[in-house]
């Protein structure tokens, strides 16, 4: 707990009802560009194409076209879809151009073990072969009502006009100063004199921007040719180029083979509510575990000691079950995730939940001069050590913590995810749970205190949890009491929507400084 941290503070955010279509987003600016989306009679694929292009412009660290996730679609004529764009190793990646250190556990970032020079976290060769862009270009080509160049030009202009670095910018880039330090196109991108963070004064009312010009030139080129210039066209090669010049194995062949999959998604029942989730290689499986081990517990009326201690225990036995048989994903509960959430509802019920990433913050620290793009470091995800569980090899799919989850029970229907790393299955399950467990709107759900069980013996515990929720945790577990903050986030960066008979809202992480849900109705005064 620390206590330099004001305890009379209160923060919250307005949940408002509405018969518009809803974008909750963890940047306000991309909130916006869906809202508009829907306002102009955009489908939410249509808007969720907007959103993300522009969360990749101006939350970058966090996600972008050279990234991956995965996507739960409510489709209101034909139900549930999930669509997985994950990343994939290279089929030139060779286990063993990373080699084991003989230091032991790699630290902070990630329980594997140690490799030399982090050659599987850091630089081009821990860089996977991105997906998120031609996952959108299949949801536009199969949802989508506008055209694509008219989706991708919000995030064009912001990238001409270069992501505003304000506090919380400068904050970030502080954090990773050192890493981006280490690759010189980076350090051009994010730092001033290639070793100084950008950061905008703490009392002036700078303007100050990064220069994200040859980005706005690689949408452009994503624009006028169509998702796939990233795979089979110029714009892929040269960025495959800049990889293997930096050292990487990322090739045009391995561009060129990617396709994003659409799955039937895995939809399974907890007490009178329903849940659908990405199958295979995301948290999804052991979201679907935590709840079956949640009903095996009374229910409740409310949140108390009883089921906050159930919760702990089907989260703990969740997350058990996952490393011993998928593998863990590679990051520790302290490590800082690189991943971003919005969703999005229309006026006609459709819905979507995305979440992209590129792993770590920054990903791997690495810029693709020619595209202007950040780089994922995916490799990050796989255990180093052969014979395990998601060990390290040539075109693998990566295993993900993404958990993008579409929820019903009587008249609601929902759309969650979260950002975080391991912290996103535990806060989309019980933001999930306060909402079919005990009734909760979305409001009560997203200002409900959380803990955080995703790795090691101990329960994460908001301090603001009462004292006999604590005492009752204590009993089973050692907990250790935080504060949610603005930075850094302790348990997960979630946002969601909902729908209840034909109206709709929205709510994103209170603590979040950047994150907004915009109503298309809103979008003249936002």
């Known amino acids: 707990m620390s206590l330099n941290l004001s305890r009379s503070m209160q923060i919250r955010k307005t949940v408002i009802e509405t018969e518009h279509g809803v974008v909750a987003a963890q940047h306000r600016l991309a909130a916006i560009a869906g809202a508009e989306v829907l306002a102009a009679g955009g489908d939410a694929v249509d808007a969720a194409v907007a959103t993300s292009f522009v969360i990749g412009v101006l939350e970058p660290w966090m996600s972008g076209p050279a990234g ?241 201690a159930a919760m702990a225990h089907a989260l703990k036995g969740a997350y058990a079950a996952r490393l011993d048989g998928m593998g863990d994903t590679g990051e520790s509960p302290q490590a800082p995730g690189c991943t971003t959430h919005f969703s999005v509802v229309d006026r006609q019920g459709n819905m979507v939940a995305q979440t992209q990433t590129l792993l770590s913050i920054f990903g791997s620290r690495v810029v693709s001069p020619s595209t202007g793009f950040l780089m994922n470091n995916g490799i990050m995800w796989f255990d180093p050590v052969q014979g395990r569980p998601n060990s390290l090899g040539p075109n693998k799919r990566c295993l993900m913590n993404v958990c993008p989850v579409i929820g019903e029970q009587g008249g609601r229907r929902f759309a969650f995810g979260a950002s975080g790393g391991r912290k996103i299955m535990g806060a989309v399950a019980q933001l999930s749970s306060f909402v079919t467990d005990f009734g909760m709107d979305l409001s009560d759900a997203f200002h409900q205190p959380r803990i955080d069980v995703s790795g090691g013996d101990h329960v994460i515990a908001d301090d603001s949890l009462p004292a006999d929720v604590l005492d009752r945790l204590r009993q089973d577990h050692p907990v250790a009491e935080t504060r949610r903050t603005i930075f850094p986030y302790a348990f997960a960066c979630p946002a969601g929507v909902m729908r209840r008979g034909t109206l709709n809202s929205g709510c994103t992480e209170i603590m979040s400084p950047w994150g907004d849900a915009i109503s298309e109705d809103m979008t003249k005064d936002a």
Not at 285 to 301: E, I, N, Q, V, Y
């Open 68 to 308: 991956g996730g995965a996507t739960m679609l409510w489709r209101a004529d034909e139900g549930a879809l999930a669509l997985n764009h994950g990343m994939r190793a290279p089929a030139a990646l060779d286990p063993a151009d990373y080699p084991l250190s003989g230091q032991g556990a790699a630290g902070d970032l990630f329980p594997w073990e140690h490799v030399v020079d982090d050659r599987n976290v850091q630089g081009a060769t821990a860089i996977a072969v991105p997906g998120v862009v031609d996952g959108l270009g299949q949801a536009h080509a199969r949802f989508g009502r506008m055209p694509w160049a008219e989706l991708l030009s919000p995030a064009i202009e912001h990238a001409r006009r270069g992501m505003l670095v304000d506090w919380f910018a400068s904050l970030v880039i502080a954090s990773c100063t050192r890493a981006l330090a280490g690759d010189a196109d980076a350090a051009a991108l994010f730092l001033e004199d290639g070793q100084w963070p950008t950061i905008s004064g703490w009392t002036a009312l700078a303007d100050k921007r990064l220069d994200q010009s040859r980005m706005a030139d690689s949408l452009d080129q994503i624009t006028r040719h169509g998702a796939r210039a990233l795979y089979d066209g110029d714009l892929g090669a040269a960025m495959a180029a800049d990889v293997q010049e930096k050292g990487g194995s990322l090739s045009v062949d391995d561009l060129r083979a990617y396709r994003a999959e659409f799955h039937k998604p895995m939809a399974f029942d907890h007490r009178d509510a329903r849940f659908y989730v990405v199958p295979g290689l995301t948290a999804g499986p052991t979201f679907r575990d935590a709840f079956a081990r949640l009903a095996a517990t009374a229910p409740a009326d409310a949140p108390g000691p009883d089921s906050y």
